[in-house]
């Protein structure tokens, strides 16, 4: 019985990364550092990062498109074979969109998406393919060529055509990209739901920090090839390990020691920093005096630009009239404090 409960409480680790490293052989100085990681069965993974910082290399690190030049992958225990050791690169419980689609372009959709499976069973290859295109919103565009699909419309149909073949890990690579704001809202969703229902693990690569903080279950944060964070949206949020993150994830204002000191009345150490997102600065009746000097108008609140003794602010405020020039009271509603 006690073994039972062991391996009950144990997480279910599907993919595992042990100090893997992958640097290029024109340029040692790209590619990823050290990188360990576990990712669970059915997990929403993000890796966030600005352009350059590694996230592409990780992801075919872990579908088997490159191999580490130190340390290992695992998938469920077993080391994936990188694309030396293999005929067919890539894992074969994984599917990878590639940011082409590698659609069959002249091809309808609804045969785009039937031909991932086999003729053994001819109804159920119809009604599986109904299904997944009616997931993905795409039933009305069944009989249209791929090559006349907008790139939201084509993108759909390149995770149907993944989804379909059941796969337990989907890789995604910047998927959002072609697809404009309102439809890059509804794909997200639909990507959350889709995932909880089929119970497919998902990591996606986005340097949009909103594609992780809405989707994802757990957040990987590269710099530079390293891994600076993991964690859920909201651990990442308020405890970031270091004002990169911060920066990263919400625009956080970032205050030296001396200036939070000198003007804000914290005690910070030389090596410490205040982070404070914009939503937490708060204009009052009597606070520290700031002076706008650039007003950003959105639709439900204003961001502000705010000058504290020659210290930019941005603050994320309550539609009103405020003027460039004008004097305001500001108050931080939350912060926290990280070293260097
Ligand atoms: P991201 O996807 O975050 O933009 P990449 O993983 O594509 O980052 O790249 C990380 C770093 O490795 C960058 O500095 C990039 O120039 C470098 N890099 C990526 N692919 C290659 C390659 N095939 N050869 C040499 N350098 C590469
Ligand atoms: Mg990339």
Not at 88 to 93: M, S, T
Request: aromatic share 6%; charged share 20%.
């Amino acid at each position: 019985m006690a073994w039972v409960f062991l391996s009950l409480a144990m997480p279910n680790t599907l993919i595992q990364l042990n100090q893997v490293s992958k640097s290029y052989p024109n340029n040692p100085n790209g590619g990823v550092r050290g990188i360990n990681l576990r990712i669970q069965q059915g997990e929403f993974v993000a890796i966030l990062g600005e352009s350059g910082s590694g996230k592409s290399t990780l992801l075919k690190l872990i579908y088997g498109l490159l191999s580490p030049t130190e340390g290992k992958v695992l998938f469920q225990g077993q080391e994936i074979l990188g694309p030396e050791e293999k005929l067919i690169p890539g894992h074969k419980h994984m599917k990878m969109i590639a940011q082409n689609f590698d659609l069959n372009t002249y091809a309808k959709v609804y045969d785009n998406i039937a031909s991932m499976l086999s003729n053994t069973d001819l109804e159920g290859k119809k009604l599986n393919t109904l299904a997944i295109m009616q997931a993905l919103r795409i039933d009305h565009l069944a009989e249209r060529r791929a090559v006349e699909l907008s790139g939201g419309e084509q993108q759909r149909v390149a995770i149907a055509r993944a989804l379909i073949t059941k796969p337990q890990v989907l890789l995604l690579d910047e998927p959002f990209s072609q697809v404009d704001v309102l439809m890059r809202k509804q794909l997200r969703a639909d990507l959350k739901r889709l995932s909880k229902e089929l119970g497919t693990t998902m990591i996606l690569v986005s340097h949009d920090p909103l594609d992780g903080l809405s989707l994802a279950d757990t957040l990987l944060v590269l710099k530079q090839g390293e891994l600076l964070q993991k964690g859920t949206p909201t651990e990442l949020i308020d405890k970031p390990a270091n004002a990169y993150v911060a920066k990263l994830l919400g625009a956080a204002n970032i205050l030296p020691a001396e200036i939070a000191n000198s003007y804000f009345g914290f005690q910070l150490a030389a090596t410490e920093q205040l982070v404070v997102y914009p939503y937490e600065c708060k204009l009052v009746e009597t606070g520290i005096k700031a002076s706008i000097t650039q007003i950003h108008y959105q639709l439900a609140h204003n961001e502000l630009e705010l000058n504290v003794e020659g210290h930019v602010l941005h603050a994320q405020v309550p539609l009103g009239a405020y003027a460039i020039g004008d004097y305001v009271q500001l108050q931080f509603s939350n912060f926290r404090i990280v070293s260097n």
